[in-house]
């Protein structure tokens, strides 16, 4: 895969899932429309940011271990003759 092709996919998806994400978004936290983030103090729309982030982080953890769990498995299948 090209690096535009990778950057159209992500372009692509973003633009399918942002506006949907935000919606819900503003249903769960804004249905009345008398607070949303403009709204938000500096410190607490860094604050949400940062509880953001630490959700992100655990994604890409959990992610990783499991793509390490995957190739240490592999790993550890016997050979075939090919292989060798």
Known sequence: ???EEIR???RQEFDAQ???KFNSGIREHNPTGD???WRMPAL???SSAKEEIHDLLSYI???ERKLLAAEAAEEM???TTKER
Do not use: E
């Open 35 to 37: 607070k949303g983030m």
């Open 1 to 3: 895969m090209r690096d």
């Open 44 to 46: 607490a729309l860094i």
């Open 61 to 63: 953890t959990v992610l």
């Open 77 to 79: 299948k016997p050979k």
């Open 8 to 10: 159209d996919l992500i």
């Open 18 to 20: 942002f506006t949907r």
